[in-house]
């Protein structure tokens, strides 16, 4: 063996895509309804026109709830567990829930794959799906709003892009910082 790594089936990534489009467009919907999205009450005044300017002008919830209640919203913990199964992704694609479901279940009910991808961008790919979600949890942690459902829904559209398409964004990521010299090395006859 030569050191590069063993070539993947292509559709695993792209099941775990699918999967993980549904998990964010729930957990989108989730931020969207909870806290993060919500204004802040203050009685009589939170109906006055100038509330916003004059008495509250940090008048969304996310900012005045305390860290455990940010923490307690179902939008966070949705995201939560979606960044935890990004980073298993990372650190042991392998053993991946999604991956192994498709290995166990669609992988032997399906034809050979005709080609084998390079398992490093679908690597690097959960990485930035992870990155996408640690930033909209710390985000809404520190009280920003909309952070939480943003943070979601910019990671529906790229794992939505994969699963119906092929399209991985973070692939194409990869492949162009590995162009520029800044990861990785070109695999021998790639082009």
């Known amino acids: 063996m030569d050191g590069t790594p063993a070539g993947i089936d292509p559709r695993g990534p792209r099941f775990a895509a699918a999967i993980t489009s549904a998990l964010l467009l729930g957990t989108t919907l989730l931020g969207l309804v909870g806290m993060s999205t919500?204004?802040?009450?203050?009685?009589?005044?939170?109906?006055?026109?100038?509330a916003d300017e004059v008495f509250a002008p940090a008048g969304?919830?996310?900012?005045?709830?305390?860290?455990?209640?940010?923490?307690g919203d179902p939008g966070f913990v949705a995201l939560l567990v979606l960044a935890l199964l990004?980073?298993?992704?990372?650190?042991?694609?392998?053993?991946?829930?999604?991956?192994?479901?498709?290995?166990?279940?669609?992988?032997?009910?399906?034809?050979?794959p005709t080609d084998l991808e390079?398992?490093?961008?679908?690597?690097?790919?959960?990485?930035?799906?992870?990155?996408?979600?640690?930033?909209?949890?710390?985000?809404?942690?520190?009280?920003?709003?909309w952070s939480l459902p943003?943070?979601?829904?910019?990671?529906?559209?790229a794992s939505f892009l994969n699963a119906a398409f092929g399209l991985c964004l973070g692939c194409h990521l990869y492949l162009l910082l590995q162009r520029v010299g800044l990861v990785g090395r070109a695999r021998p006859g790639a082009a």
């Open 86 to 112: 990004f980073l298993w992704g990372v650190l042991s694609p392998r053993t991946a829930p999604w991956a192994a479901l498709f290995r166990r279940l669609v992988k032997p009910r399906l034809a050979s």
């Open 118 to 145: 390079d398992p490093r961008p679908p690597r690097f790919a959960q990485g930035v799906g992870l990155f996408v979600c640690a930033l909209g949890l710390l985000l809404h942690l520190a009280g920003v709003p």
């Open 60 to 71: 969304w919830a996310v900012a005045q709830a305390s860290v455990a209640e940010r923490a």
């Open 38 to 50: 919500a204004r802040a009450s203050f009685g009589w005044f939170a109906y006055h026109p100038l």
């Open 150 to 157: 943003v943070a979601a829904a910019a990671a529906f559209v």
